[in-house]
C-alpha cells in the first residue's frame, strides 16, 4: 500500500503548532505510516527547534515533488523574516499562516498531496482582504468546495463524533440561522461521512435540541416542534435513521451519546464543549462534505503556554491517523460504488426477431 503524503500547515508561529508538530515526529515510527510536508518556515521551525530543545530534524525542501519518504520535509513559503513573538497576536504571523495555508491547498488541487492537517491559527490576527472568514472550515469551503458541496464541522474521537449545524456564529444569531432545511442538508451531509468516511454502514445520529429541556412542549421555545421535528421526519423519508431532538444536558451527562454513531448539535458550545470535556487530549476536528480531507488538532493557539514545552501533541497526532485512515476509508469507499457492472438486458422485441428469424 502507497503510503500517503500529508500536507502540515504550521498554524500560528506565535502559537503552539511547531512545539506540536516536531513533538510528534519525534518517534520516527509516524514516519511509517505517511510523507509528511510541513508547510511553514525554516527560520521559525529552527527557532522553536532550539528554544524547546527537542531532536527532531526536517528535511528543507522547495516543492513537494521533493518530499523524501522517510523524513519530516519542510516547504519554506513565508517571508524570510517573519518576526516571532510567542503568545502574541500579530498581523505577521497571520500572514505566515496564511502563507502556508494557501500554498498547502494549491499543491493539494495539483494533486502533490493527499490530505491536509492544519495547526491552529489565531483567527483574529489571520483576518485580511485574502481571509475574511471565520475559520479553516468556512476557508476551505470557499478555496476547494465546488459543485454545491458544503463544509460540516466534526470532532472526533474513538468514541464520539460531534457534528454542528452552525459553526463560528454569534450565539443571539443561532436560532436564526437554524431551520428545517439547514438541519436537513446538515443529516445528509453527516450521514454520507458516517458512511464513506467512517465505514459505517447504516448510522445512527442523535440530534440535540435547541433550547433547554427540549423546549418543555413549548413553554421554553418551539423549535423543537417546528423547526427540528420536522426535520427529523423529511430525513427519515430519505432513509437518514436519526432521533430527537435531545435535551443536550441529560444526553451527555446520561451518556447517551454511548448509543448513536454521531451528534447533531444545534450550535457551537453546546456540541464542543462537552465533547471537549471527554476528549481533550485525543479529540480532532474533521472537516467534512468536501473532497478535501482536513483534519486538526481539536485546540487552538494555546498563547498562555507557547514556547514553554508543556504542549501536548497527543491531538496533533491523532488529527494525522485520523487524517491517514479517513483518506483510505475514503477510497476504499469510492472504489466499492464506482462504476457497477452494467445491467444486462435482452430486448423483447430484438428477441422475437431473433426468433422468427431462426
Not at 217 to 229: C, F, K, P, R, W
Not at 253 to 275: C, E, R
Request: with cysteine.
Amino acid at each position: 500500500m502507497d503510503k500517503l503524503r500529508i500536507g502540515i500547515t504550521h498554524g500560528d508561529p506565535n502559537g503552539v503548532g511547531y512545539e506540536v508538530i516536531l513533538k510528534a515526529f519525534a518517534d520516527p515510527a509516524l514516519l511509517e505510516l505517511c510523507t509528511p510536508i510541513v508547510y511553514g518556515s525554516i527560520k521559525v521551525a529552527s527557532y522553536h527547534r532550539k528554544t524547546l530543545d527537542l531532536p527532531t530534524n526536517f528535511n528543507a525542501i522547495a516543492h513537494a515533488t521533493e518530499a523524501h519518504d522517510a523524513a519530516l520535509n519542510l516547504i519554506h513559503c513565508t517571508a524570510d523574516e517573519v518576526k516571532i513573538d510567542l503568545g502574541q497576536s500579530t498581523p505577521e504571523a497571520g500572514t505566515a499562516a496564511l502563507a502556508a495555508l494557501e500554498r498547502a491547498v494549491a499543491d493539494w488541487q495539483a494533486g502533490l498531496i493527499d490530505a491536509i492537517v492544519t495547526a491552529p491559527i489565531c483567527k483574529h490576527s489571520i483576518q485580511s482582504e485574502q481571509f475574511a472568514f471565520p475559520g479553516h472550515t468556512e476557508y476551505l469551503a470557499n478555496a476547494v468546495g465546488h459543485d454545491g458541496q458544503e463544509p460540516l464541522m466534526v470532532l472526533m474521537n474513538d468514541a464520539l463524533r460531534v457534528a454542528l449545524v452552525t459553526t463560528h456564529l454569534p450565539l443571539r444569531k443561532v436560532a436564526d440561522a437554524i431551520s428545517t432545511e439547514t438541519i436537513v442538508k446538515r443529516l445528509r451531509l453527516f450521514n454520507a461521512s458516517l458512511m464513506q468516511d467512517f465505514d459505517i454502514s447504516q448510522p445512527r445520529i442523535a440530534v440535540l435540541s435547541l433550547n433547554p429541556h427540549a423546549g418543555d412542549d413549548g413553554t421554553l421555545g418551539t423549535e423543537e416542534s417546528e423547526v427540528i421535528a420536522p426535520a427529523l421526519q423529511q430525513a427519515a423519508d430519505e432513509g437518514v435513521i436519526a432521533y430527537g431532538p435531545f435535551a443536550a444536558d441529560g444526553f451527555f451527562g446520561a451518556q447517551t451519546y454511548t448509543h448513536y454513531d454521531g451528534v447533531l448539535a444545534m450550535y457551537h458550545d453546546q456540541g464542543l464543549a462537552p465533547f471537549k470535556l471527554l476528549a481533550m487530549d485525543d479529540g480532532v476536528n474533521f472537516t467534512a462534505g468536501l473532497d478535501l480531507v482536513r483534519t486538526s488538532p481539536d485546540h487552538g493557539t494555546a498563547f498562555d503556554i507557547a514556547g514553554k514545552g508543556v504542549a501536548s501533541e497527543a491531538s496533533f497526532r491523532q488529527a494525522l491517523y485520523a487524517a491517514i485512515d479517513i483518506t483510505r476509508r475514503r477510497r476504499a469507499f469510492k472504489e466499492r460504488h464506482a462504476d457497477p457492472l452494467p445491467k444486462l438486458y435482452v430486448d423483447k422485441r430484438e428477441r422475437g426477431q431473433r426468433n422468427q428469424t431462426a
